[in-house]
């Protein structure tokens, strides 16, 4: 079971959450001109890295807000939280 | 190489077994070979194989990170199945269907290929319906398919649950009689027998650490056993695709999750069939030692970590009492949990890079080990003749660019939602 800190509720299990994916992918500015290759790296191509990793996740039997987790995929440990609109550089 | 048959079981047994020849050797690495496969699991083992026995490549070597067999192809629920709707996948399965029923004949190796056929359980007319649309496309495509209504489900399953109080009713099914079950290490070690007998290396605990490319050809890879020369080299290493592919400076539609299988105890002969539940991610066959075989959702978040977590058990095992709910009586031997290469249309990758000589193998969610002599076959075609065979054309790695996707199951690229 994972224990995932959410930083609107305090600390709740993985059976109140809905995995989100990847969060660092960032969608392209939609008043530039996008290519194609573009919406490719955008909807389809993924780091999955092992170690590591940014994603979001949703509160969704709680406050039902999207979160970011940084979490290890090896270990599965969770290193830190943040609000949805936090690390958004 | 010794043959194995009843008179060799006979005579061996005169020498308590003893004098049995190894069944593959354990070579040390040479400096430069002709093909070099990364991944000693059972798409890895048979591209070997393949590259031997269908197009006369021998100087070939197969890497492996831990020993062959280790990863998916011991991890998996044994299924061999070709009920798809889509031509691609459709066509590519049942080629390997035919490859399945020769398998022990061809190695020489009992992979207890057993034919038992399927059932995809439906609860609504709505279901009904769309499984009578696969199984014509299926029919279309030379696969057999038949829709059973709930009174022949229940001759063929009758310890399922035909109460009448039940949330998710049987309606029917679809069944295709030809699929079935295989002895999933027996692959592993047959393919690998084969290919050592036919002169390819068979390289064990040896990782692969970097990749030598020179002017966008592939040149070599650097492994813990030293750097190897190679002409070409191919990826077959499924959930650890995009730790190499980082190496390669790639990024692939592609995500590591976790899916866990489990048995129960062995108990006495009652499921005849591979049934999967119609409502939920459930599916369930009855091994030769009498275990339940189950296995269902994935874990549902990125993971490397090879084992599993109990929530989704918890869900899936649900699945599996709201069916059979005899299972519910019966304990858990193991659990166990292996990382699937989730491709972004659920479809899998069998193509050549931007890299001259590096061919890539990967993408095949949680349908890995049906595919593992078809996979072989067609990527070993792809090796030797530096072009895809028909078999594999629509498995190309630039269909995420071109809009062909191949989306089986309509879940756009989040393969992993349950």
């Given at each position: 079971m994972l224990y995932i800190f959410c930083p609107h509720c305090g600390l709740r299990s993985q059976n109140e959450f809905a995995y989100g994916g990847d969060a660092t992918v960032k969608r392209p500015e939609l008043n530039k001109e996008i290519s194609d290759q573009e919406w490719n790296n955008f909807v389809y191509l993924r780091k999955s890295p092992r170690g590591k990793h940014l994603e979001l996740w949703h509160h969704i039997s709680g406050c039902r807000q999207w979160i970011k987790v940084e979490r290890d995929t090896s270990t599965h440990e969770i290193f830190k939280t943040y609000k949805a609109d936090e690390l958004t550089e | 190489m010794q043959k194995y048959s009843v008179f060799s079981l006979i005579k061996n047994a005169f020498s308590d077994h003893q004098n049995w020849e190894v069944a593959w050797k354990d070579p040390t690495p040479k400096k430069e070979y002709d093909v070099i496969i990364i991944g000693g699991g059972g798409h890895g083992l048979a591209t070997a194989y393949y590259l031997a026995k269908e197009h006369n490549i021998t100087n070939v070597a197969i890497i492996e990170k831990g020993w062959i067999g280790g990863g998916n192809v011991g991890r998996n629920t044994t299924i061999i199945r070709?009920?798809?709707?889509h031509d691609d996948n459709a066509l590519f399965s049942e080629f390997g269907m035919d490859l399945w029923r020769k398998m022990s004949q061809d190695l020489n190796y009992n992979v207890m290929f057993s034919p038992r056929g399927i059932i995809n359980l439906a609860h609504s007319d709505a279901q009904m319906n769309a499984y009578s649309r696969r199984g014509n496309s299926m029919r279309l495509n030379g696969i057999d398919a038949v829709l059973l209504n709930r009174e022949e489900v229940q001759k063929r399953?009758?310890?399922?649950?035909?109460?009448?109080?039940?949330?998710f009713p049987i309606f029917g099914g679809l069944m295709q009689p030809s699929a079935g079950t295989a002895r999933h290490d027996a692959v592993a070690w047959g393919y690998a027998r084969q290919a050592d007998s036919m002169g390819v290396d068979i390289i064990q605990n040896c990782e692969v650490t970097g990749f030598d490319v020179n002017n966008g050809k592939i040149v070599g890879v650097r492994t813990s056993r030293g750097d190897i020369k190679a002409k070409k080299v191919g990826l077959c290493v499924a959930g650890s695709t995009n730790i190499l592919a980082e190496m390669l400076n790639m990024t692939l539609p592609i995500e590591t999750h976790l899916l866990q299988a489990c048995v129960s105890e062995p108990v006495k002969p009652l499921l005849d069939h591979v049934v999967t539940f119609g409502a939920g991610h459930f599916y369930c066959s009855q091994s030769d030692k009498g275990e339940m075989v189950m296995g269902g959702d994935l874990d549902g978040y990125n993971s490397y970590s090879q084992r599993g977590n109990l929530p989704t058990l918890q869900h899936v095992l649900t699945e599996g009492i709201a069916m059979?709910?005899?299972?519910?009586k019966l304990k858990m031997l193991r659990t166990w949990g292996g990382i699937m290469d989730m491709s972004m249309d659920g479809s899998p990758i069998i193509d050549k890079t931007h890299i001259d000589g590096l061919y890539l193998n990967c993408g095949w969610c949680y349908g890995g080990f049906k595919a593992t002599p078809a996979s072989g076959w067609t990527f070993a075609h792809t090796i030797a003749q530096d072009r895809v065979h028909e078999l594999n054309a629509?498995?190309?790695?630039?269909r995420f660019n071109t809009g062909d996707l191949i989306d089986e199951k309509g879940l756009g690229t989040k393969t992993w939602i349950s």
């Open positions: - | 070709s009920n798809y709707m399953i009758p310890m399922a649950d035909f109460s009448d109080n039940v949330r059979f709910p005899f299972l519910s629509g498995y190309s790695l630039n």
